[in-house]
T-cell receptor, first 117, second 112 residues
Framework: GAVVSQHPSWVICKSGTSVKIECRSL??????MFWYRQFPKQSLMLMAT?????????EQGVEKDKFLINHASLTLSTLTVTSAHPEDSSFYIC?????????????FGSGTRLTVV | QKEVEQNSGPLSVPEGAIASLNCTYS??????FFWYRQYSGKSPELIMS????GDKEDGRFTAQLNKASQYVSLLIRDSQPSDSATYLC????FGTGNQFYFGTGTSLTVIP
């Protein structure tokens, strides 16, 4: 089945530093991947759509200069949280599905718990 | 505005009972529908998908779709304490390409 690997699973960083999160599709190619953020006891909030070879599409209210997305290959998308602040502490999750058709469910990565101190 | 709505709960059922989770969506052109389960602190996992009107059964899970009523539900038979989680409804809406729209989730607790 489709497997999505996300790394790291958790990270603690100091305020003002940057953190990179990787999302890999292990056994399939994914032209499109999605990045979500989830605060405690809240639902998934779509941050951006990552497109291989082109610029990411950001949801309203998400700062593109703060959350840098790079989708350099058909199996890898990265999210970099730049100049992180405590309010960026959250659970970040990526998702992807095999290219071709709309009748596949998305597979989620295991998520990255970011804590900014 | 494209919306997916779920009752946030919490929904509590005794062990062995049937849990019924409901979801409505706003876009009549929606094509595919999915149920995800999310345990606390974990990422969502896909448990059911349905594309055509009617019922689809997989083990203890049954998904029901009624496109005329814009309604999709998930039934969990013989509920177990391990089923306690948040259940997310996701809809792939017509014209949105690959994008999924998620409901806010229903929290289910199965009481031993």
């Amino acid at each position: 089945g489709a497997v999505v690997s996300q790394h790291p699973s958790w990270v603690i960083c100091k305020s003002g530093t940057s953190v990179k999160i990787e999302c890999r599709s292990l056994d399939f190619q994914a032209t499109t991947m999605f990045w979500y953020r989830q605060f405690p006891k809240q639902s998934l909030m779509l941050m951006a759509t990552s497109n291989e070879g082109s610029k990411a599409t950001y949801e309203q209210g998400v700062e593109k200069d703060k959350f840098l997305i790079n989708h350099a290959s058909l199996t890898l998308s990265t999210l970099t949280v730049t100049s992180a602040h405590p309010e960026d502490s959250s659970f970040y999750i990526c998702s992807a599905r095999p290219d071709g058709g709309t009748f596949y469910g998305y597979t989620f990565g295991s998520g990255t718990r970011l804590t900014v101190v | 505005q494209k919306e997916v709505e779920q009752n946030s709960g919490p929904l509590s059922v005794p062990e062995g009972a049937i849990a019924s989770l409901n979801c409505t969506y706003s876009d009549r052109g929606s094509q595919s529908f999915f149920w995800y389960r999310q345990y606390s602190g974990k990422s969502p996992e896909l448990i059911m998908s349905i594309y055509s009107n009617g019922d689809k059964e997989d083990g203890r899970f049954t998904a029901q779709l009624n496109k005329a009523s814009q309604y999709v539900s998930l039934l969990i038979r013989d509920s177990q304490p391990s089923d306690s989680a948040t259940y997310l409804c996701a809809v792939n809406m017509f014209g949105t390409g690959n994008q999924f729209y998620f409901g806010t989730g229903t929290s289910l607790t199965v009481i031993p």
